[in-house]
């Protein structure tokens, strides 16, 4: 049972403050503020104002961190007595030690999706600065934290706000702002800040399971890559090592790392091992890795339902006895459904949601139109002030009418609402939902499971609502009922409670797609831009030593063609020779000629090369720059039908230049050179910075797009905002990339996609599109986690300098207000740079150690958001935690996808198998040691031909576990759906049952509720809000008093009166602050 919280605590509890220095600078900081922020004189102004500024002045809100602080400056200014605070604090020690005995067989972390008061007493975190509604009771989402859930009142200060007439100016106070900032921080219960490093999980745990759970699975996940990079490093370290000894082929450390660079490898074994059993080794150490990782999210899955268990087990709430209804028909009455369903047993009270949604978004808009026309009037009375002490006509001032404007629009907008709200009340509320509340658990299971079949016909007959004969006589007519588990009621978003059609449903679907795929379709063009910038400046992979040295390729040998070298002068009829063909083409001409970093087109047959050579040695300077062009165009060089020979002078020139770079010999013929370098750095940069921004637009929206579909409940807006967000973070930084840079033979009419310059995963996708998926993983790992910590110090400094300037209290109050800590975008982060580097970490297994990274990185710098600089967070229940575990077998079905592929690419060295006819065929024996005659069973096939891919044995090895975990999850999936209804019909509807299931109580609920409302009482009793109704919501109370009056209009006579005669429900309900027992 919890203790209440009363006045000697909350004193004793402000006397422990005393040793924070903060509450003695406020002190100081309030007397001299005060002292200069006097009224202004204004006989003009309305009573109205003045009455408020009293009434602010004068109260102090109960068991808030606000009212403690204030309430120790007084002590302070006041000289409270010593001996008076010692006897507090002993009553306090003497009340929690009570709290101790009382509590001591209660183990549960969490009651009701709050910390219970053993968790709060082990946390040195004090809990009174969580985030409540305004009768007590926790805050269940970030958005409702911005809601007005207060009626606006039309007294004597409503009139004076929208009268012409201003307020009395009073100077912002900066301790008021900073009284505001404590009273939403998280901080111990002496006042201070916790240490980073020393607070627990315990500490945590008084945030709710939602925050607990998003630290520990963080932890969790950052050790399982610890461990998985343990094996990864073997397969690093075999990439690196085949890249030191390929020397020839020069790439980016990045590429080092990867699958990719074993193509360039030059020899038949490594470590007196074959290279294709080395291969083999590493696909199935792959494997091995991926099922560690679904072991470790087995685990958390197994632990988050099981957290679900044991709180559904510890408590009794609403949901535990309710189930939802749709279907009903218009003019359903609660004792007609309550007589249909008693039919399973008695049934404790019925509810029908109506659709008073529209009322209450209307409401809210109001109150934040009135709030605004508040601050409008504070900046007046402000700009008046000012101008009034320079002894100017603030009439005449610009700014001063335009602010004048600004709340004419705001009144008008009032005032229309106020007319469309009256309206509305005279509309009939038509019917939403109906919820059937049960005596007994047990009674409400067996009602589930007879709604359960989806087919009427393999329903019961008593599950048909209004029998009556049709009116040809043929058979009877009834509604068709949905009946499923209800949500719980404190968890109902009554603002979107409103009958949708399916027109209206996906209308606000496809608005939101469409808005999506335009940001999507924007992001895509973009990033086409910015790759093909990249393709057209970028490096060209080529084996340069082979290039150079004579009969090393049968290709080419270029100083045959351009005998250049750095020390060439700008008048060397070869070096201008090559300019001249260089210039034609660019990077991106060139990659149909080079082949596993080789230059693959044969330029001997233009041997002796007049064109390049003979043509150019009888020439003057001014006439060889000049040879090549018929009135300013290229003639085609040795060939017009190809640009090969232009793409080999590129190549020779950067090989020679990137040579002499190595050798530290920089000469001038090499600016082309250097210059294009910084032009594909500038590039890259660009490109970058384009997916940087788009994510960052991509993720502000995602929750803009969630709130504009109108889910019906807090959990399914949160879940919604982390899919969208992920969903396109994930189409950002990885499924574009991917569908730009690939050229798939048969969608070459396709816009936009699938038209890149990369048919396979060859070394130069490496080199571009890997290398590009790899900076943009560690840049979101590296910034997804402390963003929001570097944001928070860049608002620091900005208001340091910003503060002194703030005219009104309320734009200083903002400027100090604190970040909402929200963790749907963050699990949406998450999921994307995890399953990033899970599908891709085949090919480049250095992301396993960026995922480890991203984890460690994202817990320290949220905790020390959290602890630090952000609001006490909402109370967030396990179903985003859930959720994200759901999308890790998508990540595992996708990495065994995608390394089947890559380890599967022809320039891999791998073993072959002789045939696909059966599992059991012989494995050729190839145990050449000469690399070539190897590599000569490594022919090119056709991109889509799936048979040659999978005779290769490093890529069958992934196809395996792909098959057999795709299979699984398919019956899984069958089985969790039709199945269910197909085990019903068989007589074994438990089989299929999850073993995750909460016993069923059997305690009554009729007791329970009453239970609750008795203090002190040590019964079972029930948790949380005790119906459905909208009128006992006490976030909902004052914003929608009409729903009794409301309701009463549309059930029977009797039930109205019975209705009307019912006292009113208290303004603050005796629930609203009280935490239920667990179960008995």
């Given at each position: 049972m919890a203790t209440k919280l009363n006045e000697d605590a909350v004193r004793a509890d402000a006397d422990a403050k005393m040793k924070s220095d903060r509450i003695e600078t406020l002190a100081r900081e309030r007397q001299r503020e005060e002292a200069n922020a006097s009224d202004?004189?204004?006989?003009?102004?309305?009573?109205?104002?003045?009455?408020?500024?009293?009434?602010?002045?004068?109260?102090?809100?109960?068991?808030?961190?606000?009212?403690?602080?204030?309430?120790?400056?007084?002590?302070?200014?006041?000289?409270?007595?010593?001996?008076?605070?010692?006897a507090g604090r002993l009553r306090l020690d003497e009340a929690l030690g009570a709290a101790d005995d009382e509590d001591a067989g209660d183990v549960s972390t969490f009651v009701n999706g709050a910390p219970t008061v053993i968790t709060k007493m082990k946390s040195r975190i004090n809990s009174m600065n969580a985030p409540t509604g305004p009768t007590?009771?926790?805050?269940?989402?970030?958005?409702?934290?911005?809601?007005?859930?207060?009626?606006?009142?039309?007294?004597?200060?409503?009139k004076a706000v929208m009268s012409e007439k201003l307020p009395a100016y009073k100077a912002p106070r900066r301790h008021i702002a900073r009284l505001e900032n404590l009273e939403s921080a998280v901080l111990d219960k002496e006042g201070n800040q916790l240490p980073l490093w020393k607070s627990t999980s315990d500490d945590l745990d008084v945030l709710g399971p939602g925050i607990s759970l998003w630290f520990a699975q963080l932890k969790t996940l950052g050790k399982t890559f610890v461990y998985i990079t343990m094996l990864a490093s073997v397969a690093l370290s075999h990439y690196v090592y085949i890249?030191?000894?390929?020397?020839?082929?020069?790439?980016?450390?990045?590429?080092?790392?990867?699958?990719?660079?074993?193509?360039?490898?030059?020899?038949?074994?490594?470590?007196?091992?074959?290279?294709?059993?080395?291969?083999?080794?590493?696909?199935?150490?792959?494997?091995?890795?991926?099922?560690?990782?679904?072991?470790?999210?087995?685990?958390?899955?197994?632990?988050?339902?099981?957290f679900v268990v044991r709180v559904d087990e510890a408590l009794l709430t609403l949901a535990d006895y309710s189930l939802q209804v749709t279907g009903l028909p218009v003019d359903a009455t609660e004792d007609e459904v309550r007589e249909h369903f008693e039919e399973f047993g008695p049934v404790a009270d019925v509810v029908i949601a109506r659709s008073y949604g529209a009322v209450l978004r209307a409401r809210i808009h109001r109150a934040r139109l009135f709030k605004r026309a508040e601050q409008?009037?504070?900046?007046?009375?402000?700009?008046?002030?000012?101008?009034?002490?320079?002894?100017?006509?603030?009439?005449?001032?610009?700014?001063?009418?335009?602010?004048?404007?600004?709340?004419?629009?705001?009144?008008?907008?009032?005032?229309?609402?106020?007319?469309?709200?009256e309206q509305r009340m005279l509309e009939p509320f038509n019917i939403v939902y109906a919820f059937i509340t049960f005596e007994q658990e047990s009674d409400k299971m067996t009602c589930l499971d007879e709604y359960a079949p989806y087919f009427n016909f393999f329903r019961s007959k008593r599950t048909r609502f209004r029998v009556h004969p049709r009116e040809d006589g043929k058979g009877d007519a009834f509604h068709y009922l949905r009946v499923t588990q209800a949500v719980e009621a404190s968890d109902i978003m009554w603002e979107n409670m409103a009958n949708v059609g399916w027109k209206q449903y996906f209308v606000r679907r496809a608005i939101t797609t469409i808005a999506i795929l335009g940001l999507l379709i924007g992001n895509i063009i973009l990033v086409?831009?910015?790759t093909d910038w990249v393709k057209s400046g970028g490096r060209l992979l080529v084996n340069c030593g082979d290039l150079f040295a004579s009969g090393a390729s049968d290709n080419m040998y270029c100083p045959a063609i351009w005998n250049i070298n750095e020390n060439s002068l700008e008048t060397d009829l070869g070096l201008i020779s090559n300019v001249n063909f260089r210039k034609q083409v660019e990077s991106s001409d060139c990659n149909p000629f080079i082949e596993s970093a080789m230059w693959s087109y044969d330029m001997t047959q233009y041997s002796p090369y007049y064109e390049a050579v003979g043509a150019y040695s009888s020439l003057s300077v001014s006439s060889a720059n000049a040879y090549g062009y018929s009135g300013g165009v290229w003639n085609g060089g040795m060939d017009a039908s190809t640009k090969a020979d232009e793409c080999a002078a590129k190549i020779c020139y950067d090989c020679m230049c990137e040579s002499a770079i190595r050798s530290g010999r920089v000469t001038t013929i090499c600016k082309d050179y250097f210059y294009d370098q910084l032009l594909i750095f500038g590039f890259e940069v660009g490109r970058l910075s384009v997916v940087a921004l788009t994510s960052m637009l991509l993720l502000w929206t995602s929750g803009k797009?969630?709130?504009?579909?109108?889910?019906?409940?807090?959990?399914?807006?949160?879940?919604?905002?982390?899919?969208?967000?992920?969903?396109?973070?994930?189409?950002?930084?990885?499924?574009?990339?991917?569908?730009?840079?690939?050229?798939?033979?048969g969608f070459s009419g396709f816009p936009i996609l699938f038209r890149g310059s990369y048919e396979d995963v060859t070394l130069d996708w490496y080199a571009l599109v890997m290398r590009s998926l790899m900076i943009t993983t560690f840049i979101n790992a590296s910034w997804f986690g402390p963003s929001r910590l570097v944001q928070m110090w860049l608002t620091q400094l900005w208001r340091y300098w910003t503060a002194r300037w703030c005219t009104t209290q309320y734009n200083l109050n903002r400027l100090y207000q604190r970040p909402k800590f929200t963790l749907a975008e963050r699990y949406g982060q998450c999921m994307t740079v995890i399953f990033t580097a899970i599908v891709l970490?085949?090919?480049?297994?250095?992301?396993?150690?960026?995922?480890?990274?991203?984890?460690?990185?994202?817990?320290?710098?949220?905790?020390?958001?959290?602890?630090?600089?952000?609001?006490?967070?909402?109370?967030?229940?396990?179903?985003?935690?859930?959720?994200?575990?759901?999308?890790?077998?998508?990540?595992?079905?996708?990495?065994?996808?995608f390394s089947s592929w890559a380890f599967s690419q022809w320039d891999i060295p791998s073993y072959f198998l002789t045939g696909l006819d059966g599992w059991a065929e012989e494995i050729y024996d190839q145990r050449d040691s000469d690399f070539w005659t190897v590599r000569a069973n490594m022919t090119k096939y056709e991109q889509l031909d799936f048979k040659e891919r999978f005779y290769r044995v490093n890529g069958l090895i992934q196809l395996i576990p792909l098959m057999a975990y795709f299979i699984y999850l398919l019956i899984k999936a069958f089985f969790s759906s039709v199945g269910n209804t197909a085990l019903y019909l068989l007589g074994c509807k438990g089989l299929g049952a999850s073993e995750w299931k909460a016993d069923v109580q059997f305690s009554n609920f009729s007791e329970?509720?009453?239970?609750?409302?008795?203090?002190?009482?040590?019964?079972?009793?029930?948790?949380?809000?005790?119906?459905?109704?909208?009128?006992?919501?006490?976030?909902?109370?004052?914003?929608?008093?009409?729903?009794?009056?409301?309701?009463?209009?549309?059930?029977?006579?009797?039930?109205?009166?019975?209705?009307?005669?019912?006292?009113?429900?208290?303004?603050?309900?005796?629930?609203?602050?009280?935490?239920?027992?667990?179960?008995k």
């Open positions: 202004d004189e204004d006989e003009d102004e309305d009573e109205g104002f003045r009455m408020k500024r009293k009434e602010e002045d004068a109260a102090v809100p109960a068991y808030t961190w606000t009212a403690t602080l204030r309430r120790r400056v007084r002590e302070l200014e006041e000289g409270a007595d010593v001996e008076a605070r010692e007590g009771v926790l805050v269940k989402t970030a958005h409702a934290e911005d809601k007005p859930m207060q009626q606006v009142v039309e007294d004597s200060y409503y890249a030191n000894k390929s020397s020839s082929v020069e790439v980016e450390p990045e590429i080092t790392t990867t699958l990719g660079v074993t193509a360039a490898g030059v020899y038949a074994s490594a470590y007196g091992i074959d290279i294709r059993t080395i291969m083999a080794v590493l696909s199935c150490l792959d494997v091995c890795m991926v099922l560690m990782f679904m072991l470790i999210t087995a685990i958390l899955s197994r632990r988050i339902r099981s409008l009037k504070s900046e007046l009375s402000a700009i008046r002030h000012t101008l009034k002490k320079r002894g100017e006509d603030y009439n005449a001032n610009y700014a001063f009418k335009r602010k004048w404007k600004q709340f004419y629009k705001a009144r008008d907008k009032m005032n229309a609402l106020k007319e469309k709200i086409v831009f910015a797009f969630a709130l504009f579909e109108r889910h019906k409940t807090v959990s399914a807006t949160e879940r919604t905002t982390s899919r969208f967000a992920f969903f396109t973070l994930i189409t950002n930084a990885l499924i574009l990339p991917l569908l730009v840079n690939i050229e798939i033979k970490f085949a090919a480049a297994p250095v992301l396993v150690p960026v995922a480890a990274f991203y984890c460690f990185l994202a817990y320290w710098s949220d905790k020390t958001m959290i602890l630090r600089h952000s609001r006490y967070p909402s109370l967030y229940d396990h179903k985003l935690a859930r959720q994200f575990m759901s999308y890790a077998p998508l990540a595992c079905l996708a990495h065994f996808a329970a509720r009453d239970n609750m409302l008795k203090d002190g009482d040590h019964e079972t009793s029930l948790s949380g809000l005790p119906s459905y109704r909208v009128q006992d919501n006490p976030e909902y109370t004052a914003l929608f008093p009409e729903a009794k009056q409301v309701h009463g209009a549309f059930i029977s006579h009797d039930d109205a009166e019975r209705a009307t005669d019912a006292p009113a429900p208290a303004s603050t309900p005796k629930w609203a602050n009280r935490v239920a027992s667990p179960r």
